[in-house]
């Protein structure tokens, strides 16, 4: 069974600065594209930034220019470097494969930005 198990959310000041990581129990390679999502309180899940087997990524408007999502294959880690935070950044930090799958979800990082 698949485990994804993330790490490195903390809490921090606006303009500062995180690095998560997310750990497969597998090799992630044969996952193919992975993601990185959130959800802050009262709002839906969304997609932050995706990160392609070839290494082409995608991210959210909001994190343009702000967030970096890397992967390491002979690792199985797919990380994503934070930078700039801003409180609306506040959220619970989930990866999963993209599209995302309902049984590989995992109990995800909080991320705080205080003003």
């Known amino acids: 069974q698949v485990q994804l198990v993330e790490s490195g959310g903390g809490l921090v000041q606006a303009g500062g600065s995180l690095r998560l990581s997310c750990t497969a129990s597998g090799s992630i390679f044969r996952f193919g594209t992975m993601g990185w999502y959130r959800q802050a309180p009262g709002k839906q899940r969304e997609l932050v930034a995706n990160?392609?087997?070839?290494?082409?990524?995608i991210y959210a408007d909001s994190v343009k220019g702000r967030f970096t999502i890397s992967r390491d294959n002979a690792k199985n880690t797919v990380y994503l470097q934070m930078n700039s935070l801003k409180p609306e950044d506040t959220a619970v930090y989930y990866c999963?494969?993209?599209?995302?799958?309902?049984?590989?979800w995992g109990q995800g990082t909080q991320v705080t930005v205080s003003s």
């Open positions: 999963n494969t993209y599209p995302a799958r309902y049984t590989y």
């Open positions: 990160i392609q087997s070839g290494y082409s990524t």
